[in-house]
């Protein structure tokens, strides 16, 4: 009985316990110089929660937002990555982004092993349609029309016990979504503080969408704790990635206040850690306040140093906190130093009948590259693989695999993955054909003159150094851990440009005069035909009493005047 | 074989080769006009390159070919490739030639069957009936109308699958004048693989085959009943071969529901895409029944007693109405006209048909660049023009089928008559 008694003791002191210290959430904000004077920030703020996964737990959340846990005990998701992004990412000057993002929607899930093909299909739309209100976006979009499951490009970078292959994984792109402050709203109440407090206090609407680029970013995973994953943690790292035009600003000196409108007011009662992490590599100027710790970080052949500010102590010191770079010393005009690896992508081709998709990737590393593309190609924009070509200035290259599946009318989008090796220091063409076809006057969307999106493809490598590379390593909770993390490999991924085109367009004000005219035409064949078949050929009695039209208007005429006479 | 005939085949020949060798070669390949999606050679090469990669080509959007034309383009292509134009070139001469003595041989039997009825006819009519010298000048006149007539030329340029069509269409006709019953319902078979149309052909070819037999609608069903199991064993063939039916959909519901609006020159692309969605089935099927079975049976009872006339109205009847017409089927159909020369007098409307054709294969073009290129014209131009193409082959349809009525009554009423009295349907 006393065995018993302890026995229940613990267990509720291990429930109890549990509760408190189960949660863990931080506040991250990374600050770096871009080339050409711009400013990126990224924020990166990480709940992580130790939850049971045999009870349904899942409901009972404290520092995650109910919201995010629910989808994943609904829809029975492993892993769920969300970013919605406005402007282009220039990779060639700016270097590789900490999280590459498609412009507009992009989302992705895995699911859980234990669903059939078609409990995922059902699963997706409902996700989608949950998210769609939850975000404010239009995720309700999200259909088998536009839905891909890549095979070698994305990797569940959750510890789940079973290992998920591509069949879990259903991926899309909006391109067409317009990222604005209604979708900030509610990404912002799904952090455990008020809007009002901590970092998010920094992501005001009104200086956040002035900025050059702009992405928000929910990554939500699951991570085992044991074998059986009866004990799991549920992660959830919302992001937002910000390029500032310092030419907005008047000058190459910059503050947090400057760029946010507003210092910074303090830190998340609920954080356990809330730092601001500069990137001072190279860098010629003065900060105030002075860092109190610099960070060197060596990774993968590259040397970085931040300056980290911890402001759970600045708080204590003064109620507003603004970090400001000041005396900046123009000696230098810095060499822009390309990354390894960058993408281009345009069309090519005159006209509204068939042009030419080109992705054009730059190795600029010694040595070579191995990398695969993926591309996700609507219904309506038929592609011909015959004419897949990746050339090089001296010749051809043969890509080592190629995935495809042939896109279906109002079914299914194109899904194309190559996998090839690019030579050092070179520039690679791929490209491929396509159609301009004509949709039914009801599949345009408003504005169809707008044009319509090409999604933007995908480019996954492994680079063998971390030049230029500051994305956190995959199994990563924080940014910090990034810092003198050398690996033997590192994953990237890069977004290239989605593209416009123009398809053509029939006139939407006339379907009326369009089916009056053809049936009109069809009438032409069916009279002569009916009369011909159903009538036999006689000769006739001419009518005298019949005049043609001429005298018949002659007679009239002639006896209205002799009437008038 | 006639030393004219070769000439012309030597000729066009030529003139096909050094047009395909030309830098215009491409562009032609790529109008809309010649390649509609169901015929062009870009998509043939996509499904052969998909089904040579292991993937099924009919899984996508791309290829609607018969499997059949997808095995022998895959041979063709991965054996002849650089050779392909000359191929078709010479699929296109022999069609030529099938047409030559298919004519050959129709003429021959109006000729005969003319024999046997000359003694009713009216004094006279020697103007319109049918005279020794047609047997060799008509099928010469067909075989030119088809080497030499501009649409075909193009059509065989552009490399489409419509060379192969017509050529399994002439043999169709030299097959079935010649009574060779196997191999016409074969061709036939073949060809409704293909364009899923040419079905409504087994009437007036079951009409040809009972001719002179006794039992006459047991030798018609029989002969439906032959095409039809024919038919479905190629299907069946062709699903082994596969190993799947998903062919089926994607060449037949591909060519019924008319899923690619993409411009042509028929009636089906425009009207579908400004089609109210609730409405599209109810016009689908409309239409798809005027092209096929709706004149069929009123025109059976009209022209029944000469086959190859009802197989030259059918034809050209399909070939007008189809979702995806082209401007080599309607070559083809064509060609077949001169069969049927003795009416020609009779024919009131050829200047307006001849200088709408002409306008309209000047100003379609035209117009389509306009729209897709300098961006100066809209889809309303096209359709307008496409509408009076369909509407001149429709006058020229309509025109023949008279004619061929009021030759048949002038042959027996002669063709002088009372100023006062006039020839009318009643």
């Known amino acids: ?565 | 074989m006639n030393k004219k005939l070769l000439y012309s085949l030597l000729i066009s020949g030529a003139i096909r080769y050094f047009i395909s060798i030309s830098k215009y070669s491409r562009s032609i390949e790529n109008h809309v006009e010649i390649s509609t999606p169901l015929n062009s050679f870009k998509r043939l090469k996509e499904g052969v390159f998909l089904y040579d990669n292991g993937i099924d080509p009919y899984d996508g959007d791309i290829f609607h070919e018969s499997p059949f034309i997808l095995i022998a383009a895959n041979f063709l292509l991965k054996n002849f490739g650089e050779f392909i134009s000359l191929i078709l070139i010479i699929i296109d001469l022999l069609s030529a030639v099938f047409i030559y003595y298919g004519s050959k041989s129709i003429s021959k039997r109006n000729y005969e069957r003319q024999q046997l009825e000359v003694s009713t006819y009216a004094k006279g009519t020697e103007e319109i009936q049918f005279s020794k010298s047609d047997i060799d000048n008509i099928p010469f006149i067909c075989a030119f109308a088809y080497l030499f007539n501009p649409y075909s030329i193009l059509n065989c340029v552009g490399q489409t699958t419509t060379v192969w069509s017509n050529f399994l269409l002439s043999v169709v006709i030299y097959s079935m004048s010649k009574n060779m019953k196997f191999i016409c319902l074969l061709a036939l078979a073949f060809e409704t693989q293909k364009n899923f149309y040419p079905f409504v052909l087994i009437v007036p070819i079951a009409l040809a085959f009972s001719e002179n037999d006794k039992s006459k609608n047991l030798k018609r069903i029989i002969t439906v009943v032959t095409f039809a199991s024919i038919f479905g064993l190629l299907n069946y063939i062709a699903f082994t071969y596969m190993g799947n039916w998903k062919f089926l959909d994607s060449t037949f519901g591909f060519i019924i529901h008319c899923r690619d609006l993409t411009p042509n020159i028929g009636l089906f692309w425009y009207f579908f895409t400004e089609m109210f969605d609730h409405f599209r089935e109810l016009f689908l099927y409309t239409f798809q029944l005027n092209t096929t079975i709706l004149y069929l049976f009123p025109l059976t009872f009209t022209f029944k007693e000469s086959p190859e006339f009802l197989l030259t109205i059918l034809l050209s009847l399909v070939t007008i109405f189809s979702s995806y017409p082209c401007i080599g089927a309607i070559a083809f159909y064509m060609s077949l006209i001169p069969l049927w020369k003795r009416c020609s007098p009779f024919m009131s409307h050829n200047f307006i048909v001849i200088a709408t054709f002409i306008v309209t294969s000047i100003l379609g073009p035209t117009v389509y660049h306009l729209w897709m290129y300098a961006n100066s014209a809209n889809a309303n131009f096209y359709f307008g023009v496409t509408l009076v193409f369909c509407t001149s082959q429709i006058f020229l349809l309509t025109d023949l089928c008279f004619a061929y009525l009021k030759r048949k009554f002038c042959l027996t009423n002669g063709v002088t008559f009372d100023k006062t009295m006039k020839l009318s349907l009643e």
Not at chain 1, 253 to 269: H, P, Y
Not at chain 1, 316 to 332: G, R, V, Y
Not at chain 1, 365 to 381: C, D, G, K, Q, T
Request: glycine share 4%.
């Open chain 1, 1 to 565: 009985m006393k065995f018993l008694k302890i026995l229940i003791f613990l267990f509720y002191f291990s429930i109890v316990h549990a509760k408190y210290h189960n949660n863990v959430f931080n506040e991250e904000l990374v600050i770096k110089e871009l080339n050409n004077n711009f400013v990126n920030t990224f924020f990166q703020f990480t709940t992580q929660w130790n939850y049971q996964t045999y009870n349904n737990d899942l409901l009972h959340t404290d520092f995650l937002s109910r919201s995010i846990s629910e989808l994943f005990l609904h829809y029975d998701i492993v892993e769920l990555h969300i970013t919605l992004s406005n402007g282009l990412w220039k990779t060639e000057s700016w270097g590789f982004p900490i999280e590459s993002a498609g412009s507009g929607g992009e989302l992705y899930a895995w699911f859980k092993n234990h669903l059939s093909e078609d409990d995922i299909k059902k699963q997706w739309i409902e996700l989608s349609e949950a998210l769609s209100g939850l975000l404010c976006a239009s995720f309700s979009f999200v259909e088998e029309t536009n839905t891909i499951n890549p095979e070698f490009s994305f990797r569940p970078t959750s510890s789940w016990n079973v290992p998920l292959n591509s069949s879990f994984l259903r991926y899309t792109a909006l391109p067409r979504e317009v990222v604005c402050t209604e979708n900030l709203t509610p990404w912002k109440k799904l952090l455990p503080c008020d809007s009002q407090e901590g970092f998010v206090s920094l992501l005001n609407a009104q200086h956040i969408y002035s900025t050059n680029y702009h992405s928000l970013g929910i990554h939500v995973r699951h991570i085992c704790i044991d074998q059986t994953c009866s004990n799991a943690i549920l992660e959830s790292k919302q992001t937002v990635n910000l390029v500032h035009d310092l030419k907005l600003f008047g000058g190459s000196e910059w503050s947090i206040r400057k760029l946010f409108g507003q210092g910074l007011n303090g830190v998340c009662a609920m954080s356990s850690s809330s730092k601001i992490f500069l990137d001072i590599t190279d860098k010629d100027f003065e900060i105030s306040p002075q860092p109190e710790n610099v960070i060197l970080s060596k990774r993968g052949g590259s040397e970085s140093r931040y300056a980290e500010f911890d402001v759970r102590k600045l708080v204590q010191e003064s109620k507003m906190i603004n970090i400001a770079i000041i005396n900046k010393k123009h000696k230098t005009i810095p060499i822009t130093r390309p990354p390894p690896l960058f993408a281009k992508r345009f069309l090519l081709g005159t006209g509204k009948e068939s042009g030419k998709i080109v992705n054009q990737i730059t190795n600029s590393h010694y040595a070579s590259l191995n990398i695969i593309i993926l591309e996700n190609i609507p219904w309506f924009v038929p592609i011909y693989l015959h004419t897949l070509k990746v050339k090089t200035r001296n010749g051809e290259i043969k890509p080592s695999s190629i995935k495809y599946i042939p896109g279906e009318q109002r079914k299914r989008p194109y899904y194309l993955e190559i996998a090839l090796t690019i030579p050092s220091k070179t520039i690679i063409e791929i490209s491929i054909d396509f159609d301009y076809i004509f949709l039914r006057w009801q599949e345009y969307p408003p504005d169809a003159n707008h044009g319509q999106y090409i999604p933007a493809a995908i480019i996954s490598a492994m680079l063998p150094m971390a030049l230029n590379y500051t994305s956190a390593p995959i199994e990563a909770s924080l940014y910090a851990e990034s810092f003198n993390a050398t690996r033997p490999s590192y994953f990237l991924r890069i977004h290239t440009e989605a593209l416009l085109i123009n398809l053509p367009t029939p006139d939407f004000s006339m379907p009326y005069n369009v089916i009056c005219l053809a049936c009109t035409v069809v009438a032409l064949a069916f009279g002569p035909l009916h009369n011909m078949t159903c009538r036999i050929l006689v000769l006739q009695k001419k009518d005298e009493t019949k005049k043609s039209f001429l005298q018949r208007l002659k007679e009239k005429l002639f006896k209205k005047k002799e009437k008038s006479e």
